[in-house]
């Protein structure tokens, strides 16, 4: 179980890249020609749009499960370390799509994509005082399993991605 939950981790978070850098398409080729668009937000929620306060909600619920699979992974590591970790990887992912112009980086995303990490290690934490924590560990690697085996088939067979 424990080679499936460091798989399910490092397939989520390929996941998270093609999700948050090519918005699921399987065409990146084309988006790293074609669709390049530079621009950094630095202030904070500027976009107060019905849009843009999705787009935090969406940035905010896709990285609950990085929070959750953390906790399932390093439960050695301090609650801190494992949100830094999410921390440096949402800052990682913005600095990746303003290197090659293919979205726009705003902090606003890495505010909210960290705080989806934070509820997500909150969640863990929670549960482990509810469950056992192999019992607890085995329903989040196979839930987590059967998720993105859905997301991906949903991808494939249903979702059209057009640019």
């Known amino acids: 179980m424990k080679l499936l939950s460091k798989t399910l981790l490092c397939a989520y978070l390929l996941v998270l890249l093609w ?8 065409d990146i080729y084309s988006i790293l020609l074609h669709h390049q668009t530079r ?6 929620f500027a976009d107060y749009s019905r849009d843009g306060l ?19 992974e390093l439960k050695q590591v301090s609650f801190g370390r494992k949100l830094a970790l999410v ?5 990682a992912v913005e600095a990746v799509q303003f290197a090659f112009s293919i979205g726009v980086t705003d902090i606003s ?4 994509n960290t705080s989806g990490g934070l509820v997500g290690l ?21 839930s987590g399993m059967v998720l993105l085996v859905a997301l991906v088939l949903y991808r494939i067979l249903i ?3 057009r640019y």
């Open 19 to 26: 999700l948050t850098l090519f918005k699921l398409s399987f």
């Open 159 to 161: 979702l059209q991605v």
């Open 109 to 112: 995303d890495v505010i909210a």
């Open 54 to 72: 999705r787009e935090m909600v969406a940035n905010l619920v896709v990285f609950i499960p990085f929070g959750v699979l953390l906790g399932v």
């Open 39 to 44: 621009s950094l937000n630095l202030v904070p």
């Open 122 to 142: 909150v969640l863990y934490d929670a549960a482990k005082k509810l469950f056992n924590n192999k019992r607890l560990d085995d329903l989040v690697v196979v």
């Open 87 to 91: 921390c440096m990887f949402s800052l």
